[in-house]
DNA sequence: TCTAACGTGATACTCAGTGTCAGTCGCGAC
DNA sequence: GTCGCGACTGACACTGAGTATCACGTTAGA
């Protein structure tokens, strides 16, 4: 799924990139993303600027390739899922496949999201993957419902909506240091959805 | 409200950046927005390269800064609008607020909106203002609402697919050439929170 | 073993965006 | 009227991201 490597060549491209990352990582969080040069991580790497720029097309890049599959994730779990009819519910569990995805090392993904949100470049370059991901999502979504109605705009509209979701609860959740349970969070933020849409004291917890 | 200009002085620099958008904007639908410079900008305009960087702060900001006062007019409205108690209204009635606002010459928001859709750089700059707008509009929905639950992430996600909605709607407008209703737009992508949420052949055409 | 493909470093380049400096202009105070 | 202050301007220099090219070394694979 997530770039199988084969061959030799692409086993090495994978770990040399990885290490790039590890090593940039620590660069940025000690001294903030907006401060550190290309220079001064391809220097910390022990590699030229001009390997360290074949590896990632962009800064943004360095932080962020880590949550390229998530689309596809998402996408594929909402295949998975056709037993569920409710268009919100099969986003949701689709959503939870991708913080499953995401949360492996729970210190490193907060820290992770720490230095996105206070950086406002981080914070643009991940809402453009997102909006990458979107149209193949519909497509998964539309696909299982009724007979695909041309353009949709209500499939469209919800899984926008799911996805800010992820991100909403993403910074709740690091906000609380990872200590809350994310799927708890994802329940009180599709709440949005499914209550009278007036007031409400809102859900457990 | 949306920036009266008071004195010579802000009111040169308000006809003064007005000009430089419109020379700018039509080298941009002329020649594509990536390929134009701020060299070629300047030139254009009869300045100098440093005096058109002092009115937009970035390039991008030179095609977007007609949409800056969105955020206070969706905030504005909401305040308005306190008879209305159900949150989804309450949205949609200030969306309305908004596309009134940004459509006074229909074919002039059609060019902007297609410049905008093959320029990625322009949408995620525009996804960055969106984000901007957020809390403001948050705290506008929640000060009527119930009393203000600390961290009401249902707040936050009602607004957030709001916006989404904004711009979804905006994209099939645009894409129709302007002809579409947007309040019928409005309706149809909003009916992703209200319908039952399984399949739906979506409502009047 | 040979060779073609690939990874690498060095270098040069374009362009966005920042900062500085000196000259100019508008405007109110005296 | 003119003086001085603050804002606007153009010129220039600079940093840093991202692109492109070239020559060299290494390695996979026949």
């Given at each position: 799924m997530s770039a199988t490597p084969v061959g030799t060549r692409e086993i090495s491209r994978h770990a040399v990139r990885a290490e790039l990352a590890r090593v940039a990582f620590n660069r940025f969080c000690l001294t903030g993303f907006d401060q550190v040069t290309f220079a001064d991580l391809s220097e910390a790497a022990g590699v030229s600027r001009s390997t360290f720029l074949r590896y990632f097309g962009t800064k943004e890049d360095v932080v962020l390739?880590?949550?390229?599959?998530v689309g596809d994730v998402i996408a594929d779990a909402l295949d998975a899922d056709?037993?569920?009819?409710?268009d919100w519910s099969r986003l949701r569990n689709a959503l939870e496949s991708a913080v499953t995805f995401l949360v492996r090392d729970v210190q490193e993904l907060v820290t992770i999201l720490g230095l996105i949100e206070q950086t406002p470049a981080l914070c643009a370059r991940l809402r453009e993957k997102q909006a990458e991901w979107r149209p193949g999502i519909v497509a998964r979504l539309q696909k299982t419902t009724s007979?695909?109605?041309?353009?949709s705009v209500i499939a469209h509209v919800r899984v926008a909506a799911a996805l800010e979701c992820l991100w909403i609860v993403l910074g709740q959740w690091s906000a609380s240091g990872g200590d809350e349970d994310l799927g708890e969070l994802l329940d009180a933020a599709f709440a949005a959805f499914s209550t009278p849409a007036c007031q409400q004291t809102h859900a457990p917890s």
């Open positions: 390739f880590v949550f390229d599959p056709r037993a569920n009819q409710d007979s695909t109605d041309g353009s």
